[in-house]
């Protein structure tokens, strides 16, 4: 059996060794040019956040403005909406905070005009998410719709706890 002196050493001196090779890694230059689509030999790939993310993954969502159109909504109702809306890169963030936390994401922001657009055309939040479910699918909403299969989901989780409760 190890004594905890034994282990905290080995402990102590395993972060000591990654730590100096990966500081040895990252403190030369790159031995060559950058591999054909790649970064260059001994950097990572930080372009992104999330492993995964499809960068062309943004699709048009395009209404034609109502005549006479004005914003349909004020900037913090239209935030709240970007709430409501899944970014479609991979990332499992709505777009609001994809866009905001993730700035190389390129998906986000193209979504993020598209809202506008349609808030400055003048349609409505459930016309919004409506367009964006019409491109998307429902993938495109944070939450699915309350139809349907997707009850069970919702009522399914509440109903197990209420019978578990009962038994008990």
């Not at 990332?91 to 998906?107: E, I, P």
């Not at 808030?119 to 409505?124: M, P, R």
Request: with cysteine; proline share 8%.
């Amino acid at each position: 059996m190890i004594s905890r002196r034994r282990w905290l050493q080995a402990v102590a001196l395993g972060v000591a060794a990654v730590a100096r090779d990966g500081g040895a890694q990252q403190a030369g230059p790159p031995q060559a040019g950058p591999p054909q689509g790649g970064p260059p030999q001994g950097l990572s790939d930080t372009s992104n956040l999330f492993a995964g993310m499809d960068p062309t993954a943004a699709r048009s969502v395009r209404l034609a403005p109502k005549p006479g159109a004005s914003p349909s909504m004020t900037p913090d109702e239209r935030d709240a909406l970007e709430h409501r809306i899944r970014c479609q890169c991979g990332c499992t963030l709505d777009v609001f905070t994809c866009r905001t936390t993730d700035f190389s994401c390129q998906v986000s922001p193209a979504m993020h005009r598209d809202v506008l657009a349609l808030v400055e055309g003048g349609h409505s939040a459930q016309e919004i998410l409506d367009a964006f479910v019409n491109v998307y699918g429902e993938r495109a909403l944070m939450a699915p719709t309350k139809t349907g299969f997707n009850l069970v989901g919702y009522i399914l989780p509440g109903a197990a706890i209420a019978a578990g409760a009962i038994l008990l």
